[in-house]
Nanobody
Framework: QVQLAESGGGLVQTGGSLRLSCTGS????????MAWFRQAPGKEREFVAA????????EYGDAVKGRFTISRDNTSNTGYLQMNSLKPEVTAVYYC????????????????WGQGTQVPVSS
């Protein structure tokens, strides 16, 4: 089990960019796959992106392909989500998740979750 803490959220204007960070506790985090999900008000949690622990497997949700980039730095136990060309419809709370297994977009399979960071995008 790892503890996860997201940071980097905040109000951004349409067309702007933001980089979210997810820091995991413990050395074991570097051997965990991680993913980003988001949940907008009144909607279900949605898959955003996932990356294996070595970084050789990366997947994106259809809604973010070409605009978001997931990456990780295992030397600092930190994962990132670079978000570009932001639009109001991506307003949500963004969560990072981690698991020993690469679970791609299956949220129920991720054992560990952060508290989330809000990303409001103004029009």
């Amino acid at each position: 089990q790892v503890q996860l803490a997201e940071s980097g959220g905040g109000l951004v204007q349409t067309g702007g960019s933001l980089r979210l960070s997810c820091t995991g506790s413990g050395r074991s985090f570097r051997r965990y796959a991680m993913a980003w999900f988001r949940q907008a008000p009144g909607k279900e949690r949605e898959f955003v992106a996932a990356i294996s622990w070595k970084g050789e497997k990366i997947e994106y949700g259809d809604a973010v392909k070409g605009r978001f980039t997931i990456s990780r730095d295992n030397t600092s136990n930190t994962g990132y989500l670079q978000m570009n060309s932001l639009k109001p419809e991506v307003t949500a709370v963004y969560y990072c998740a981690a698991d020993k297994t690469y679970n791609y977009q299956d949220a129920a399979s991720y054992a560990d979750w952060g508290q989330g960071t809000q990303v409001p995008v103004s029009s």
